[in-house]
C-alpha cells in the first residue's frame, strides 16, 4: 500500500498547487472599502462594507469629518458588465448610518455619489470568496474515508478479509490525502475571488509614473469666488487617461493646497469626475501663487507626487475665523529643538481631546520647504493620547513649514507651525 498512497499525496499537491494562483494586487473579499472624498464643502469617508454573497446586500454608509452632519449624498450602485442599478440616501454622520443596496453579480460596478450639485464615480469590485479545492479535497477524502472505513468493517464482519483490507487501505489513503492538503494548503496563496479583475501581465518593472496636469476652471479664478481644481492623470508611455488608481490611506488621491507664503493651506480628497480626472471645489482667501501636490498610486506602479501651480486674482477677502485654542491643541515641540539634516526628528503635538481616526490614522503631519520644491506627509506613531507624536527627517538645511492634523469632534483641526533645520556637520 506504500506505493498508492506516495501518488495519491503527490496528486493532491499538484492539484494544489495548480488550483490555487496569485491573488489579484489590492483583492480582498469580504474587506470593507473607504473612499475619504471632498465634496459639498464637506470632508467625508463613504464606507462600502463587504458582501458575503450575491444577489445579496450591499451596505454603504458616510462618515463625516467637518462638518460632522454634511448634506444628504445619493447613492446610486451600477454593475459595469450588465447595467443593474440600485439606488438610495444616505445621511453623513460622525458614526455612520448605513443604508442597504442590493447587488446580482460579482465583478466591477460604480458608486455615483451626488451632493450640492457635485458628481463623484468610484469603481470598485465586488467580491465574493470561492472555495479553495484544497478545501473540497479536505473534506472529500474525510468523506470517502469514512465510507470507506464503514465498508471495510462491514466486509471483515462478513470474513472478507481481502477486500476488507483494500477497504481500509483506501481509506487510510484519503486521511493522508486530506491530512497532506491541511499541512501544505496555508503555505499556498489563495485563489483569487469571484469578481476579481482578470490576471493582466503588467511590464516587467510595473506600469510607468502617471503624468499629471493642474488647471483651474475658470483659468484666472478670483479671490473669494469658487473655482474648480482639475487634475487630469495621463500615462507616461501611452498618453492614455490613467483610471487605475488604488486606495492609498483610503483615498484614491490626497490633494495638499498652499499659498506660496503658507499662510493658506488644505488637505482635500478630490473626486473622480471622468476616466483620469480628480476635481475639487475650492475657494481662496487671498490672490497670488498657489501650490498643489497629489499624492496617489497607480495599480503595478507605486506611489508618487505629482505636483503643480496656480494663481488666483484679485483681491485678499476675510479669512475664516481661526480655531479656538482649546480646540487647536498645544504648541508642536521639536526634539532636537534645532533638528540636522537628513537625521531623525521628533515631533509631538499635545492635545485636549482624543482625536478621531481619520484616513485611518489619528494624525497627520504635512511638511513643505519655503520655497516648495519639497513636500512630505508622515503618520502619527502611536503615541498615548491625549497627543500627537511624529518622526521625520527634513532632507536639507532651510525653513519648513509644517501642519499638524487630526479630526476631533465636527472639525479636521490643523495646528501650523514652522521648523529651521540646520547643516549637517562633518
Not at 471622468?274 to 499624492?295: K, Q
Not at 492634523?405 to 479636521?412: C, H, K, L, S
Request: net charge neutral.
Amino acid at each position: 500500500m506504500i506505493r498508492p498512497l506516495r501518488v495519491l499525496c503527490l496528486v493532491a499537491v499538484l492539484l494544489l498547487a495548480g488550483a490555487a494562483p496569485a491573488a489579484a494586487h489590492n483583492v480582498t473579499a469580504g474587506a470593507d472599502l473607504r473612499f475619504a472624498q471632498t465634496i459639498a464643502g464637506a470632508e467625508l469617508t463613504v464606507v462600502i462594507k463587504g458582501t458575503s454573497r450575491v444577489p445579496g446586500p450591499l451596505l454603504i454608509g458616510v462618515i463625516a469629518y467637518e462638518p460632522a452632519t454634511g448634506p444628504p449624498i445619493g447613492l446610486e450602485v451600477r454593475s459595469v458588465e450588465d447595467g443593474h442599478k440600485a439606488t438610495a440616501t444616505a445621511q453623513p454622520s460622525a458614526t455612520p448610518r448605513y443604508v442597504k443596496l442590493t447587488v446580482e453579480r460579482t465583478g466591477p460596478h460604480e458608486l455615483r455619489l451626488t451632493a450640492g450639485g457635485e458628481v463623484a464615480v468610484l469603481p470598485f469590485r465586488v467580491l465574493v470568496d470561492r472555495g479553495s479545492a484544497g478545501e473540497f479535497l479536505i473534506y472529500g477524502g474525510l468523506l470517502v474515508a469514512g465510507l470507506l472505513l464503514v465498508g471495510g468493517l462491514l466486509t471483515g464482519a462478513l470474513s472478507r478479509r481481502t477486500p476488507a483490507m483494500l477497504l481500509a487501505g483506501g481509506a487510510a489513503a484519503a486521511v493522508t490525502v486530506a491530512a497532506m492538503v491541511v499541512v501544505f494548503e496555508p503555505s499556498l496563496p489563495p485563489p483569487p475571488p469571484d469578481g476579481a479583475a482578470p490576471a493582466v501581465s503588467a511590464p516587467a518593472l510595473g506600469r510607468p509614473f502617471a503624468r499629471g496636469r493642474v488647471t483651474t476652471v475658470p483659468a484666472r479664478p478670483a479671490a473669494g469666488e469658487e473655482f474648480t481644481l482639475r487634475l487630469d492623470l495621463t500615462d507616461g508611455s501611452t498618453g492614455h487617461p490613467v483610471d487605475d488608481l488604488v486606495l492609498h490611506h483610503e483615498a484614491l488621491a490626497h490633494l495638499v493646497v498652499t499659498s506660496e507664503d503658507g499662510a493658506y493651506f488644505r488637505h482635500l480628497h478630490p473626486l473622480r469626475t471622468a476616466p483620469g480626472r480628480l476635481e475639487v471645489r475650492l475657494r481662496a482667501d487671498r490672490p497670488g501663487r498657489f501650490l498643489a501636490y497629489a499624492e496617489l498610486e497607480r495599480e503595478d506602479s507605486g506611489g508618487q507626487l505629482l505636483d503643480g501651480e496656480f494663481r488666483v486674482a484679485g483681491h485678499a477677502v476675510a479669512a475664516p475665523p481661526p480655531v479656538p485654542p482649546a480646540a487647536a491643541g498645544g504648541t508642536p515641540v521639536v526634539r532636537p529643538s534645532v533638528p540636522v539634516a537628513g537625521r531623525p526628528a521628533a515631533i509631538e503635538v499635545g492635545l485636549d481631546v482624543t482625536p478621531r481616526q481619520w484616513l485611518g490614522m489619528s494624525g497627520h503631519l504635512i511638511v513643505r520647504s519655503q520655497d516648495g520644491a519639497f513636500l512630505g506627509h508622515v503618520h502619527e506613531m502611536g503615541a498615548p493620547a491625549p497627543r500627537l507624536r511624529f518622526t521625520f527627517s527634513f532632507p536639507a538645511p532651510g525653513r519648513y513649514l509644517a501642519w499638524a492634523q487630526y479630526a476631533a469632534g465636527d472639525r479636521i483641526v490643523t495646528v501650523p507651525f514652522t521648523v529651521e533645520v540646520a547643516e549637517a556637520l562633518g
